[in-house]
């Protein structure tokens, strides 16, 4: 056993109860250790990337070259996480925090790109380079590259001011979607129709947002030479929101939704509330992280396709629902979950609740867990109707059936060793090539 004191002139003085060869190492060793100075640093600036299907990674690798890119945020210097949120004007405004690790430990700074709904993908990748980029600067600025490192700014000439541009559409947004799909084989042939339409307006103190959409399909089954089975749904709906701001933490809405569908056995059903909204953090941070409470009180009509098993064919009724979710991305992963609880006013005995959870969490180096389920008691199917559901219905899905929970699990776990670098990209042979499927 070795104890060391420390003189006035700085010397290591050692009293040793071990042999001497091994007293004289640890003086040496320590002595080595405490007036040895640190090694200046000879290596790029370090950073994990940690902005998942966001952004086109192996572009960012190519564009941006002065750094080294790390497999495990505990590798580098600097934690990039990129969080989206939609736009009023229906873009994408992402949102990049620099987190400083290591040496860089307390420094962070948060940068905003914001790409217009008519942006193609490869302007906005483009765009986050960009970005990534000027985050980079104060942390490249101390790095070997940092003598390298030149700024430039290009103002354009005659651009006009935010402040004095005019918008003909008054920040309403409108987007519409016909598709389809038609496949089949022989003894068996299905076509499905959709359509969607939507108008949106966000200002910073108003969301009004109107959405209706459309679906049909059908099934054709051969089942003999003299026998088919044909199945068809069809499902439709609108939807109205319109929401006040009242403060960071406050918000009230409107809310408006109507329903036909075959497989629910809704004529029509018409449900008008209105409530209140209350997140714990500020609303600016929603990209990062939101906790809030949301209750509604509404009136319901409803009119269904056949008499249900209460013998009704039509009722009013009046609800209340409350719903608190969850949802966080943060530097050790990412978490979601909300739970809900709705019942009938007019009928307490009739009610719902449904809880959500999700997480993908970065527990050390190179492992990480994730788990999604959900769980649902249900006591108000007071849509279904009367009279038993034939064998095909059953098997083809075409009605709900009676049922007093519903519940899904999944999960998995992932663990990656072997080089902490995470620089090179080749996408020979399909390596890296899943980078195109980008839909503008």
Not at 239 to 252: E, F
Not at 330 to 338: I, K, L, M, N
């Amino acid at each position: 056993m070795a104890m060391h004191s420390v003189s006035k002139t700085g010397m290591i003085r050692t009293r040793c109860a071990v042999p001497f060869v091994l007293c004289v190492l640890l003086s040496v060793g320590t002595a080595a250790q405490e007036q040895a100075p640190s090694a200046p640093r000879t290596t790029p600036i370090r950073i994990f990337l940690d902005c998942g299907f966001f952004c086109d990674e192996d572009f960012l690798k190519r564009e941006i070259t002065f750094v080294d890119y790390m497999r495990d945020r505990r590798d580098a210097d600097v934690h990039v996480l990129v969080t989206t949120q939609e736009t009023g004007g229906g873009g994408t405004e992402y949102t990049l925090k620099f987190i400083g690790l290591g040496s860089f430990a307390g420094i962070e700074q948060t940068l905003r790109y914001s790409a217009p709904q008519t942006s193609t993908a490869d302007e906005r990748r483009k765009g986050i380079a960009e970005v990534i980029k000027q985050g980079l600067v104060r942390y490249v600025s101390e790095s070997p590259q940092g003598q390298r490192l030149k700024i430039t700014f290009s103002p354009e000439e005659g651009a006009a001011k935010p402040s004095a541009q005019k918008d003909p559409w008054n920040l309403w947004v409108f987007r519409t979607n016909v598709g389809g799909s038609f496949n089949g084989e022989q003894s068996n042939t299905n076509r499905s129709i959709r359509g969607s339409a939507s108008a949106n307006r966000t200002t910073d103190d108003w969301r009004l947002s109107f959405a209706a959409n459309a679906n049909y399909r059908s099934e054709k089954f051969q089942l003999s030479d003299t026998e088919t089975f044909v199945t068809v749904s069809r499902n439709s709906g609108g939807d109205a929101t319109i929401v006040k701001s009242l403060s960071q933490h406050w918000s009230a809405g409107l809310l408006g939704n109507a329903q036909s569908s075959t497989f629910l056995n809704y004529d029509l059903r018409l449900r008008i509330a209105s409530g209140l909204e209350y997140d714990i953090f500020p609303y600016s941070q929603s990209t990062r992280r939101m906790l809030t409470f949301q209750y509604t009180v509404g009136f319901d009509s409803h009119n269904y396709r056949e008499e249900t098993i209460y013998e009704k064919t039509g009722e009013k009724l009046a609800d209340h629902k409350l719903t608190t979710s969850l949802s966080l991305r943060q530097p050790w992963g990412t978490a979601s979950g909300s739970v809900d609880f709705s019942q009938y006013l007019t009928d307490p005995g009739k009610y719902s609740i449904s809880a959500f959870g999700g997480t993908n969490i970065r527990l050390f180096k190179g492992f990480s867990f994730n788990i999604f389920t959900e769980l649902q008691r249900t006591r108000d199917q007071i849509y279904l109707p009367k009279g038993e559901a034939t064998t095909e219905e059953i098997l083809v899905r075409q009605r709900q059936l009676a049922t007093g929970y519903q519940y899904f699990l999944n999960f998995g776990i992932s663990y990656s060793f072997g080089s902490i670098f995470n620089n090179i990209v080749n996408p020979r042979f399909g390596g890296g090539g899943g980078n195109f499927f980008f839909f503008d």
